[in-house]
């Protein structure tokens, strides 16, 4: 035998390796069954933890088919193990993710695992979606790439949070850009850092040219509301509310708005910004100036519509109106003109507004204003007439209708710096009283034109209702004229009377010396005695027809007249005094008219008493209030009455013969 040559030593030599080789192999089984144990552990672990995982682990081979997932896979999407694992994982990804998904893929593959988790949106079974945040890394088999196991955590709500939060700020993007009132951020400094389309419309400036820009720098704000602005954004970036302070706003463009801005402390990114919201009240502002503006208006009307009542007959009227005028226009001139109806001329009664300059004035004109007077052709007249405040082109060569020299108006206008020339008639119910004329010196313009228009028409009420007091004195001068006549003659036959009665004493006295010829002369003096009885009886009568005269003639003439007055306006006091003494006058035409023929109606004798007094059939028409043809009409009757139709004879003449 191979042993046998051995000696015992090395027999017990090779027993002891033996002994050492096989206790060595027993500590090898021992640690053999130890990592196997071990293994098994580590398997039911695995297993453990991948069945029961709240996370969702799903392995897949090279290609992306499923090859296991745990409960919490197979729940999230719906579908069971056995449904899973004839499926790939790149079915159930979008496919505006699978370029994202098959790179990420390949990099698995590459390096073993992924740099950066990923965010999926897979498709349930059930059509609906789950967002998945994955992490991935290869599994090996024999030094090999196997397949890939992924853990993925559910973030289908945080998802579904970030969209609503995302929706939100999309839905406060909108209504911050498309707000009605500006919206603005800005930084300790004053410069703008977001704004909204608001805030462009307010300021005028596009976004681009407002961001990276200070309002100082812009110069939005006129300088005396600088300090304000800085104080009160110092204070917002400390974190206090500025409450709504009102600017006044300077727009790209040069206009202006007013505006109610607040401001309160807001943090971004850790810097502390200011937000102010800004309210455009500039229309507002506008409506509060126009109601104002209506008040002052409505107030200036009331006081110069009673000072019109109140103004006493002797004062003028003329200068009072410019004066009224010179209160709305400010730095302006103002004419005050006067129509002559007769000679259809335009005549200047007040001048004001060059106190300094009328010296110059006069020097050039060689004349007093007051004392120029122009004629005016039926074209001017109308549109004088129009009732509007019209501009005049043309200058002072075409205010005076041509009749200062071109060259004067030239230097009068360097003299006095005129800029426009405006002008309104003093008209009412188709008749013209004058005219006002408003020369501005300045390029602002006129102000308050409709003011103006509503007290130029006011003014010619006034001027109306002087002509009519003017007209009425004259018409009471000449019944006094009238009344003065008529005593003449009373005084005439008082005298005549006393005669008679003077020769009737002689007579007396003389029938004393002698009784024989009181007998023979007492038929002579009762005949003298009945005569002078039928003298004093027929001066009654006279009185008596002078009286029921002058009565017919004042219900007839005057009355009317004073009615009209009374009811257009309150009367001034010395009406009804004039009232007084007329009911004692006395004039005969009115009875002798009338005894003419009695076929004359009230309105008739009416338009006579007129006519003799020298009115035209326009002037009658005003007076009465009746049309130009109602007058005309009037007339021919009148004439077909008293028997003179169809004859050359002035009318008024005529009556005047009575």
């Known amino acids: 035998m191979k042993d046998q040559g051995k000696s015992t030593r090395q027999l017990m030599n090779e027993l002891e390796k033996l002994r050492l ?8 089984e021992i640690k053999h069954r130890q990592v196997e144990e071990l293994l098994q552990e580590n398997q039911e672990r695995y297993k453990a933890f991948f069945d029961r995982s709240l996370c969702c682990v799903y392995v897949h081979d090279l290609e992306g088919r499923f090859l296991d997932v745990n409960k919490a896979a197979s729940n999230l999407l719906k579908y069971t193990k056995k449904d899973l694992a004839s499926l790939s994982l790149f079915s159930l990804i979008e496919k505006d993710q699978l370029p994202d998904a098959t790179r990420t893929f390949e990099e698995i593959k590459r390096t073993g695992s992924q740099k950066k988790h990923s965010e999926y949106q897979l498709r349930k079974k059930d059509g609906n979606y789950a967002w998945v945040e994955t992490e991935a890394s290869v599994i090996y088999r024999d030094g090999k790439p196997y397949a890939i196991q992924s853990i993925g955590r559910d973030i289908t709500k945080r998802k579904q949070a970030e969209e609503e939060l995302k929706s939100s700020e999309e839905v406060l993007k909108i209504l911050f850009e498309f707000a009605p009132d500006a919206y603005v951020v800005i930084d300790m400094d004053g410069k703008f850092v977001d704004c909204n389309k608001a805030a462009e419309k307010l300021t005028g400036y596009k976004k681009k040219e407002l961001l990276g820009n200070s309002f100082l720098k812009l110069k939005l704000l006129p300088p005396d509301q600088i300090p304000k602005a800085v104080n009160g954004l110092a204070k917002v970036t400390k974190g206090k509310i500025r409450p709504p302070v009102e600017y006044s706003l300077r727009r790209k463009d040069g206009s202006h708005a007013n505006a109610h801005i607040s401001t309160y402390p807001v943090k971004i990114r850790g810097r502390t910004l200011a937000t102010a919201i800004a309210r455009d009240i500039t229309e507002r502002k506008k409506a509060d100036e126009a109601r104002k503006q209506f008040a002052s ?17 002797g004062s003028d009227i003329y200068k009072f109106i410019g004066k009224r005028l010179r209160e709305l226009v400010g730095n302006s001139f103002v004419l005050v003109n006067s129509f002559d109806e007769t000679t259809q001329c335009i005549q200047v009664q007040a001048f004001l507004g060059a106190r300094k300059e009328i010296e110059s004035v006069l020097k050039i004109l060689k004349k007093d204003l ?35 020299p071109k060259n004067i108006c030239t230097i009068l206008e360097k003299i006095l710096n005129l800029r426009d020339i405006y002008v309104m008639g003093f008209t009412r119910k188709g008749k013209l009283f004058g005219n006002a004329v408003i020369i501005t010196r300045s390029r602002a313009g006129l102000e308050k034109k409709d003011l103006i228009e509503t007290f130029v028409g006011q003014a010619s009420v006034a001027l109306q209702r002087r002509r009519a007091e003017e007209e009425l004195i004259k018409y009471r001068e000449h019944l006094e004229e009238m009344v003065e006549e008529r005593t003449t003659e009373i005084k005439a036959a008082n005298e005549r009377l006393k005669q008679e009665i003077a020769e009737r004493k002689n007579v007396e006295r003389a029938l004393l010396g002698s009784e024989a010829k009181l007998q023979k002369q007492k038929s002579a003096l009762e005949q003298k005695n009945v005569a002078l009885r039928e003298v004093i009886a027929q001066i009654e009568v006279e009185k008596r027809r002078i009286k029921e005269d002058i009565e017919n003639n004042i219900n007839i003439a005057v009355s009317p007249i004073l009615e009209k007055l009374k009811i257009e306006k309150p009367a001034p006091k010395y009406v009804n005094l004039i009232q007084h003494h007329l009911n004692e006058l006395t004039s005969s035409f009115s009875s002798k008219i009338t005894k003419k023929s009695l076929k004359l109606t009230p309105r008739e004798i009416e338009v006579c008493n007129m006519v003799k007094g020298g009115l035209k059939s326009k002037d009658i028409s005003n007076l009465l209030n009746i049309s130009y043809r109602t007058v005309e009409k009037h007339r021919k ?3 077909q009455k008293l028997e003179i139709s169809n004859k050359r004879i002035n009318l008024t003449s005529f009556l005047r013969e009575f």
């Open 370 to 404: 007051i004392e120029i007077s122009f004629p005016i052709s039926e074209e001017a007249r109308a549109g004088l007439s129009s009732g509007k405040l019209v501009k005049v082109p043309g200058g002072l060569y075409v205010l005076s209708f041509e009749k200062i």
């Open 21 to 28: 080789q096989n206790a060595e192999l027993e500590k090898s």
């Open 637 to 639: 009757n009148i004439r």
């Open 297 to 313: 208006s409505l107030a200036f009307l009331s006081r110069t519509a009673m000072e019109f009542v109140e103004l006493p007959f």
